[in-house]
């Protein structure tokens, strides 16, 4: 085998074992994908049937806590309006911004003690008074890291006041603005904006996210476990409007289908691995063909090339010697005798070739004889049995009584090319027994004719005898011994039986001889 065709079959075996392997790997893990599909699938419906019952309840929560809210008190009271009786636990407290300071109801002073401490708190809560859409406090950008001079806390955005003279009363100036929240860190802030004669206020509540989601919890749908309800992450969108929080959905939920589609998958699945099986199979069984093909053909070229090589020599040689006068008288019959031979010789092997690649190519002889079984039989060994008994063979043929009478339609060329091919083997084989003899027999049977050719040489060896009908099939021993040939007699000889509709078949081989049996069709 040469080395690119070596190169090009270890490609394909790499590159066949890469996708069979990835292939099983895919195979392997579609389940586990397909339910983590069909999880997220489920946990999205879920969220989605939950949303809004969720919604609706902060809807139903807020609004109770906006009722407690008024508009914004005059100056000149002392404490923040709202009552504080029956505040539920997620409410920390109510509180109102004005210019002039932070109010807070009667009780919640460590509330306002709490937001007065936080500088990002209370400047966002200024900020977005006077601006609804200012953004967040956030101490990695240095705009919001500005330090008060008077309290050397750090101050977030621009306060501006349309009236500095806080001793008269406040006023509103239109209607106070909608409800929006925001949260920072853990603080979630639920205000409005309102316009007043002093300047920009905010109104608005205090949340405690966690407890507010420990009444939201029980209305998530019960199959979506391990759900979550909280602030939202930092860029993470939230669900639960109006407030910056988040449904998420657990790790565990119920596919209520699991079993049935993995029901359903084991037969996909059993498929794909015995098609891929399959398709590694024939792929490495084409390669292997493939190479065998490309082995044999190396084989046959260098057979060939062999035994042309050799009667080509003996022309050249012996022509030349003629040709120069250099044989002697008495030689020159024994040297025209070789030639003859070696001519013959040469014949055979191509017409050989040729017949074989005439089959190769479905193309067949259109010739046929007709005749009693006997006349054409023995006119297909004509030349079989004078080769043999100049090879030193006693030929013996005999025919079945039953078969003199049968009339028999088949291409004689063809017959004589199987005989001949069996007579050499006889040659190369059995001519080394002590009295080399040939039987040929004919027997009918119920709609064929059977062909004995049977010798007494020392037989084929049971492990070459599987082998034989393969083309360019030679043993180690015809190798090593240099028996001519190229391996496609037999090969060639069964074949062209096929082709007369009968067959060719070992009938036994041991070392009292070899006999092969040729079927032919009588129809």
Known sequence: MNKKLT???????????????????????????????????????????????????????????????????PIGQLAYAPPTENMPDYVRGYFLLTPAGLQVPEGQDALAAEIEGKP????????????????????????????????????????EAEDQDFSSAMEMKGEPGPFYSWYYIDDMVYMRNIRTTHGSAAEGIMLD?????????????????????????????????????????????????????????????????????LAVGILFGLLFFYARMERRR?????????????????????????????????????????????????GH??????????????????????GTCPQLINRALEKVQFRLKEAGFRVQVSHDKRTELLNLNTDIISLEQIFTNLADNAIKYAATAEHPTISISTMRGHDTLSIRFADNGPGIPPKWQRGIFRPFSRSAKDVEGRKPGVGLGLALSRDVARSLGGNLVLEKSNDKGTAFTLTLPLN
């Open 7 to 73: 190169l090009i079959i270890t490609f394909f075996t790499l590159l066949t074992l890469s996708a069979a392997a990835w292939l099983a790997y895919e195979t392997a893990t579609l389940d586990t994908r397909l339910l983590q599909i069909d999880k997220e699938a489920q946990q999205k419906r879920l969220v989605e049937l939950s949303l809004p019952r969720i919604q609706e309840k902060i809807r139903q929560l807020l609004e109770q806590e906006r009722q407690k809210l008024g508009y914004a008190p």
């Open 120 to 159: 990002a708190i209370i400047d966002t809560i200024r900020r977005k008074a006077f601006n609804p859409a200012a953004p967040v406090y956030d101490p990695t950008k240095p705009t919001h890291q500005t330090i008060d001079p008077k309290s050397q806390l750090p101050i977030f955005g621009v306060y």
């Open 209 to 277: 996210a966690e407890k507010l989601a420990a009444h939201l919890l029980p209305l998530v749908e019960p199959a979506l476990k391990g759900a979550t309800i909280s602030l939202c992450k930092k860029k993470e969108p939230a669900n639960l409007f109006p407030l910056p929080m988040v449904l998420r959905p657990g790790d565990d939920v119920e596919v209520p289908d699991t079993a049935a589609r993995r029901e359903a998958m084991r037969g996909t699945l059993a498929s794909a691995t015995l098609v891929t099986v």
């Open 298 to 346: 190396a084989d046959f070229v260098s057979a060939v090339t062999h035994e042309l090589r050799t009667p080509l020599t003996s022309f050249s040689l012996m022509t030349e010697m003629l040709k120069n006068k250099l044989v002697p008288a008495e030689k020159l019959d024994e040297y025209h005798e070789t030639l003859h031979q070696e001519s013959q010789r040469l």
């Open 349 to 370: 092997l191509v017409e050989n070739v040729l017949a074989f690649a005439r089959l190769t190519r479905g193309k067949l002889r259109g010739r046929a004889d007709k």
